[in-house]
């Protein structure tokens, strides 16, 4: 015991004291245990040996010797109890020796145990620590792509918005363009047909005209003597339909038999070729107001 | 002020009045001009006088007439086969049958045989241009006329 306290480190020293206290207690148990059992026996033993000494003094030698002879016996027997005790004693200690040796060992063995337990354990908070921080910056890579993402929506929308407002912007130019063509177009087209209406109602005007003009002279007639000089010019209102509605002499010829017979020829002449409306709106209207000068 | 407002009316009047004219097609007042008359008489029609009793006359009142008024000269009495209708009494004349043939006077009647060589002739006399009775009259004669 003394050599393996100076081999062990303090630490060491201590687990082995209480090793070593530990098993001298479950010795002195055991031993206990056996001075509760055969030691009882060996006194009784002893006793029987004493009485039986004390009763051989009295006896013969051989008795004497046969009585040493025992106790001889008695002794070695002892003896050999004695060493086989140490024997025994001495085994007991090598067992626990041993035991404490294994509980030693088992110890060890648990501190390995412990320590790969302890290592395993760093391992693996390390790798879940490693874990964790890889975790970390995935998460981080993954928030910045979402923020780069975002980003770059943002930036699309609003280039698209921008796109349909511009898009929009030009809808609104061409149609305004759009407009003004067609306001030109329309403007155009309105005075054409102004310029054509008006074309028709020169025709028309010029092809009623002359019509009038026949159909009243084809009614003219003067007596004879008038004097050719003479010239009238009367004003004649017209119904829709060319009929002579009122003849009204606005420069007299001085001849009141002249004067008559042009009011009387346009009278004759009544209805007069007349244009309708749907010949043409303008001639239509004009033409129910007219004047005429008649010269012989 | 007072002054002002009504020039101001008037202005705005004489705007409104000026924007109307422009906005009316402006035609000129159209003026034609015919010359060129044919000179001779008044044509007259003279419808064949109608013999209300059914008796034959020997000779034609109208005809007789006529005769008389063209040769005064002012006259050009209208051929009766050119009428186109026959009327002795107000109610028939129909003015367009007249004015297409160009009759300018129209003279119409009626004769009732009295006696021998003796009538009573009614008559009417019309303006076809202004659509007016110019004369009427009744005569109870002889054919001496």
Redesign the interface.
């Given at each position: 015991m003394s050599d393996r306290r100076k081999a062990g480190s303090k630490n060491r020293v201590m687990a082995y004291i209480a090793a070593a206290v530990v098993h001298l207690l479950v010795i002195a148990a055991l031993l206990y245990n056996f001075s509760n059992n055969e030691p009882r026996e060996t006194i009784d033993a002893f006793e029987a040996e004493k009485i039986d000494t004390v009763k051989a003094s009295v006896i013969d030698e051989s008795q004497i010797k046969d009585q040493e002879e025992k106790l001889k016996k008695a002794d070695l027997e002892r003896e050999r109890k004695k060493r086989e005790e140490k024997q025994r004693q001495q085994d007991e200690l090598k067992k626990i020796q041993q035991q404490a040796d294994q509980e030693q060992q088992k110890v060890i063995d648990l501190q390995n145990k412990q320590k790969l337990e302890q290592e395993k354990l760093e391992s693996q908070r390390k790798a879940i620590a490693l874990k964790k921080k890889k975790d970390e910056e995935q998460r981080k890579k993954d928030e910045q792509i979402a923020k780069q993402k975002a980003e770059a929506e943002k930036k699309r929308i609003a280039a698209l918005k921008k796109q349909v407002a511009r898009e929009e912007e030009d809808l609104r130019e061409r149609q305004r363009i759009n407009k003004l063509l067609a306001e030109e177009e329309a403007e155009r087209l309105q005075r054409e047909a102004d310029r054509r209406a008006?074309e028709r109602?020169t025709t028309v005007?010029s092809q009623y005209?002359s019509k009038?003009?026949q159909a009243?002279?084809d009614?003219?007639?003067?007596?004879?003597g008038?004097e050719s000089w003479r010239v009238a010019k009367i004003n004649i209102k017209l119904s829709p339909e060319g009929e002579v509605l009122k003849v009204v002499v606005i420069n007299s010829s001085g001849s009141q038999d002249y004067d008559r017979?042009v009011?009387?020829?346009v009278?004759?002449a009544s209805p007069l070729p007349f244009p309708t409306a749907e010949e043409d709106p303008?001639a239509h209207q004009?033409?129910q107001?007219?004047?005429?000068?008649?010269?012989? | 002020m007072n002054n002002f407002q009504s020039f101001r009316r008037l202005l705005v009047s004489a705007t409104l009045l000026l924007a109307c004219l422009v906005s009316l097609?402006s035609?000129a007042?159209?003026?034609?001009?015919?010359?060129?008359?044919?000179?001779?008489?008044?044509?007259i029609a003279i419808v064949p006088f109608k013999v209300l009793d059914g008796s034959v006359l020997e000779h034609q009142i109208n005809e007789v007439v006529a005769f008389d008024l063209a040769a005064s000269?002012?006259f050009e009495p209208i051929a009766a086969k050119n009428y186109l209708s026959n009327p002795s009494r107000d109610e028939e004349v129909q003015w367009k049958d007249w004015?297409f043939i160009?009759a300018?006077v129209l003279v119409i009647g009626e004769v009732w045989t009295l006696g021998p060589d003796k009538y009573e002739v009614q008559f009417q006399m019309y303006d076809?241009?202004?659509e007016q009775r110019i004369g009427n009259g009744k005569r109870i004669s002889g054919l001496s006329m």
């Open positions: 008006k109602t005007m005209s009038i003009e009243i002279k009614k003219w007639r003067v007596a004879p008038t017979s009011e009387t020829a009278l004759q303008s004009i033409l107001d007219i004047n005429i000068n008649l010269k012989q | 097609p035609y007042q159209v003026e034609l001009n015919i010359s060129g008359a044919e000179v001779r008489g008044i044509p000269g002012k004015r160009d300018e076809i241009a202004r």
